[in-house]
């Protein structure tokens, strides 16, 4: 696991790239998703909107760590989840 994110994050990275999330993610479910280790550990949270329906977001987001350490640690984590849970269903 540690090699594979090595190979998504590259040293120094801050910012990583969520896909396929559901499109009634919102910022507080993604920060309840990271959980109390990543509190304060995160400057910028970026979920884009669809343009036709404001309300749902276009199944990404883009987070911004204020280290590179918490942008690895959430790699690992949404890399977990995504195994256990095959995908994120809609």
Known sequence: MQADVEQVLEEGATTIMLRSLPSSTTTTSLMRMLGQPFVGSC????????????????????????????????????????????????
């Open 43 to 90: 400057d910028f949270l970026y979920l884009p909107r669809c343009t036709r329906q404001r309300h749902r977001i276009v199944e990404m987001a883009f987070i911004n760590f204020v280290d590179h350490s918490f942008a690895r640690l959430a790699v690992r984590l949404f890399r977990e989840a995504a195994t256990m849970i095959q995908s994120w269903s809609r």
